[in-house]
């Protein structure tokens, strides 16, 4: 079993930036390729960034530039910085581990899921 817990969301202006956090609990050995989705209201969940044990990232083009996900091992914390953030960034995020890299962000490739986090950007 794999536990992950979000935090750092919340209300900011158009412009602003916030940084997520998931901590990674359990059995992390095997599942070490963490996702961030998130779920805006009235739309699908959207993969939007992954890491690999290794660093290695990827992210969709709308967040590209200004969102940088990062991983603390010694922590077992995977990070969100997300600057210039826009009113469309509003969603539930949560994050995702999985024991394979999916650079296509798939939802199906993340088998443990945290509870998410409320991030609102007002204009």
């Known amino acids: 079993q794999v536990q992950l817990v979000e935090s750092g969301g919340g209300s900011v202006q158009t412009g602003g930036s916030l940084r997520l956090s998931c901590v990674v609990s359990?059995?992390?050995?095997?599942?070490?390729?963490v996702a961030w989705f998130r779920h805006p209201p009235g739309k699908e969940r959207e993969g939007i960034a992954t890491i690999d044990s290794y660093g290695s990232t990827r992210y969709i083009d709308s967040v590209k530039g200004r969102f940088t996900i990062s991983q603390d091992n010694a922590k077992n914390t995977v990070y969100l910085q997300m600057n210039s953030l826009k009113p469309e960034d509003t969603a539930m995020y949560s994050c995702a581990a999985g024991p394979h890299w999916d650079p296509r962000l798939g939802a199906a490739s993340y088998d443990f899921w945290g509870q998410g986090t409320q991030v609102t950007v007002s204009s």
């Open positions: 359990g059995y992390t050995a095997v599942y070490r390729n």
